[in-house]
């Protein structure tokens, strides 16, 4: 059987390997899977043609090899990563989708980033409930069969953590999109409406916020209004037409399209409907945005409109040298769909519009691409979307201008690579 | 013929697969149970000392004897009076550790069932190499029967025999018991609704705080190590690094009541009685000086005398109001900007990132 793709263990951000760029690090091992073969003197028949392969001339495994399948060993690199000192322990903590590594607009489920307070609960779906309490005309307790049994809906919807390229808010920091943007993903979920079941129970006029709790050992908790769980609250149970993940809540999770990843609470195991909010240590603690008078905003849920390229980036140089030259990246706005996503290669002095490619759907990624023929010269890349909203993601300095240094949360300020003339590609911040 | 050969011979290999996995299966069940210490102690290739010290080689070992680990006087005065870990002594430890070796610093409960601590004992042989070999030699424990896992499907009901509820559009899913929700409905709102009936004081919080949570979160709520800091950070929301403590930042006492009782101790939560959170809350409370008396006794009853201090800085969600927010304005697309863009920060000057697990002030994820 062939080769299971690893994580590589010995791939520690530091400032070492961040300043090497992704090119020792992520993208030595991108150059060797498909960049073999470039250097070639002209006239040299190619080996990769006029020798016989093994691939060529022997049969491959059988099917079933694999009952599950996986990617193909060349693609080991392509896994999630974590920086571990940024939080104690790996139990309450997070890992980054390697954002550089793919296209479309989909994420793989083994590649949506996690994020776990108390590590991955395993869940006996035969033992999990969901329960509707509170202000009810009845509180009811669901299987995951009875669950199923209601009517269902498919829906494409990016997740973001509120903290994705928090670690940005103070200047450049982490070498790579995987790390400063890396805490997003974009499924299509099967699931009831939450709207459906709060139905089943009867909301009770006094009922204006629901709680939502998972059932993992941190007993995850956010206060919803009612209007956004009457809206499109979605509770799903699969993911990319599977069932979900472990890490992504099995069997069932909330999706709250448009707001921030905190709210979609997995392992969901009780809704309670109230006439307050709860304030429990996720809207409080976390999740609250600190402001430079020292005053904080709370309730802060939406995810503006954000856009980042992901190739070439830190992780993804270019190794072809000059001539034509794609750029892409993904877009997305908690606020509905992308009108338009405009591209600069001298640091916002000068937009093209790029082109976007691929489904456009409300609060769901947006692939987009940028083709040009590059000298050779170094570049400053930059991306701005656009919402249907009118909304138009700002610079980093307008938001601190606004937000000061403090905020962590809700940066959704334009990102910069320095695109030098060997194709390698560093975090930057232009005037 | 062929065929009746073939399907002999893989049911003897299946036999045989799940002969040789008896011992395997019963560690298997033990590295599940491991997850109840993995907030403390590591084990495996590479393991380092956490909270709790690395758990590699654990058979055999005199307990209280690594050198790179700050153990409690009574753990190494314990191993130093003879103590070695074998499985009965690992056995009795696991089950009560504070009564097994009194004064240890290890802050957790036990383990409840036999057949858990069995199963831990059993994954953490498989990484201690002596205790592989008298495993080999001594009688197998025996092996949970393996599961049949071709279909999930439970049984059909006879379909007309099915009973429907009257409630909802769907008549789907069953009332919910006031047991049950009892069991599962343990929030608490800054209104007091939610409480539970009961209480604590300040000086019984502190000898909780010390045994269940000094180890990670430092003995004055200071944190140890990287993990959070309870107390202090008084006026820093406006400085350069601001530290967001109960007192300095947490609007509501209710949610250190709600929080504690749902999620703490980290890897062994909802182990506190109401009791037990009352007195923790006060203990908190104290160390953030907000009550001052040691023999304060907060309940259900004196809850709503407290509040906090940074209660009313909080205000509602007004980004919109931003400049950022203007809506169709159409931005700059040509000669935007004063002169060639240049860069005025990058990862490599403001770089931050440490090497390795040093320790790190830039801005975590939270």
């Keep these: 059987m062939s080769k299971q793709p690893q994580k590589n263990k010995n791939f520690v951000p530091s400032r070492r390997s961040f300043l090497q760029g992704g090119l020792t690090a992520a993208g030595g091992a991108a150059v060797a899977a498909i960049g073999g073969g470039a250097a070639l003197a002209a006239g040299t028949p190619d080996p990769a043609i006029t020798e016989l392969k093994d691939w060529n001339q022997y049969s491959g495994p059988g099917v079933d090899a694999a009952p599950y399948g996986v990617p193909s060993p060349f693609e080991a690199h392509v896994v999630r990563r974590d920086v571990p000192w940024l939080t104690a322990d790996p139990i309450s903590s997070i890992n980054f989708t390697p954002l550089h590594e793919l296209d479309g607009i989909i994420t793989p489920n083994g590649l949506c980033f996690e994020r776990h307070h108390s590590g991955v609960a395993e869940v006996d779906p035969a033992e999990h409930r969901l329960m509707i309490n509170g202000l009810v005309d009845k509180p009811l307790v669901f299987t995951m069969q009875d669950l199923m049994r209601f009517p269902r809906e498919n829906r494409v919807y990016f997740l973001e953590c509120a903290a994705n390229s928090g670690m940005e808010w103070r200047g450049a920091q982490l070498n790579g999109c995987q790390f400063t943007h890396g805490m997003l993903h974009n499924v299509m979920y099967t699931g009831v409406r939450l709207r459906t079941l709060l139905e089943e129970a009867g909301v009770k006029p006094a009922g204006k916020w629901i709680l939502a709790e998972g059932a993992d050992a941190s007993g995850m908790g956010r206060s919803i209004p009612i209007e956004k769980a009457l809206d499109d609250c979605l509770v799903a149970f699969k993911m990319n037409g599977e069932a979900l993940r472990p890490e992504q809540g099995y069997p069932v999770r909330l999706c709250v399209p448009g707001w921030e990843g905190n709210m979609w609470v997995k392992w969901l195991r009780r809704i309670e409907v109230g006439d307050k909010p709860w304030q429990l240590r996720e809207e409080t603690s976390k999740y609250t945005d600190l402001m430079p008078d020292g005053r904080a905003r709370r309730f802060t849920w939406a995810m503006d409109v954000k856009s980042v390229i992901t190739n070439p980036s830190p992780q993804a140089p270019i190794t072809h040298g000059r001539g034509h030259t794609i750029i892409t990246g993904v877009a997305w706005s908690g606020h509905g769909k992308i009108k338009r996503v405009d591209v600069s290669i001298d640091g916002g002095r000068n937009w093209q519009h790029a082109r976007i490619d691929g489904p456009s759907l409300s609060r769901s990624l947006h692939r987009f691409y940028y083709e040009f023929n590059w000298d050779g010269s170094p570049l400053y890349l930059q991306s701005r979307a656009i919402d249907e909203q009118g909304y138009v993601q700002p610079t980093k300095d307008a938001l601190r201008a606004a937000r000061g240094d403090n905020s962590i949360y809700h940066n959704n300020g334009i990102q910069t690579w320095y695109l030098k003339s060997n194709g390698e590609a560093e975090n930057v911040e232009v005037s | ?366």
């Design chain 2, 1 to 366: 013929m062929s065929k009746f050969l073939k399907f002999t011979a893989s049911i003897v290999l299946l036999g045989a697969a799940w002969a040789t996995n008896a011992n395997a299966q019963d560690a298997d069940a033990g590295e599940k149970v491991f997850r109840k210490c993995a907030a403390c102690h590591a084990v495996g290739e590479g393991a380092k000392n956490k909270v709790g010290p690395e758990l590699n080689e654990i058979f055999g070992r005199v307990a209280g004897s690594l050198e790179d680990f700050k153990y409690s006087k009574a753990m190494t005065k314990a191993g130093e009076e003879g103590l070695v870990w074998d499985h009965d002594s690992l056995t009795e430890y696991l089950a009560k550790p504070r009564d097994y070796v009194k004064g240890t610093k290890m802050a957790f409960a036990g383990l409840k069932k036999d057949d858990e601590i069995a199963n831990v004992i059993a994954y953490l042989a498989t990484f201690s190499e002596s205790a592989e070999q008298a495993a080999a030699e001594s009688e197998s424990a025996p092996a949970a029967a393996p599961v049949e896992t071709a279909s999930a499907a439970e049984p059909a009901v006879n379909a007309a025999d099915a009973v429907i509820p009257e409630h909802g559009v769907y008549h789907l899913g069953r009332e919910a018991l006031p047991e049950e929700i009892a069991a599962w409905d343990i929030d608490v709102r800054p209104d007091g609704v939610g409480l539970p009936v009961g209480s604590g004081t300040v000086a019984d919080g502190g000898v909780l705080y010390d045994e269940n949570c000094a180890v990670c979160h430092g003995v004055f709520g200071e944190g140890e190590g990287r993990w959070p800091v309870l107390s202090g950070g008084f006026d820093t929301l406006t400085a350069d690094r601001p530290v967001k403590t109960i007192g300095s930042y947490w609007p509501f006492a209710s949610t250190i009541f709600d929080y504690v009782h749902r999620a703490m101790p980290f890897g062994n939560a909802r182990s506190l009685s109401a009791d037990q959170t009352y007195a923790i809350t006060a203990y908190l409370l104290y160390l953030n000086d907000i009550v001052t008396e040691e023999d304060f006794e907060l309940s259900n009853e004196t809850f709503s005398e407290i509040s906090l201090p940074n209660e009313e800085n909080f205000y509602p969600d007004d980004r919109l109001e931003e400049a950022n927010f203007a809506t169709n304005v159409e931005p700059c697309m040509e000669n935007c900007g004063d002169g060639p863009a240049e860069i005025v920060m990058r990862a490599r000057i403001l770089d931050v990132t440490p090497d390795g697990d040093e320790e790190n002030g830039a801005g975590g994820i939270d």
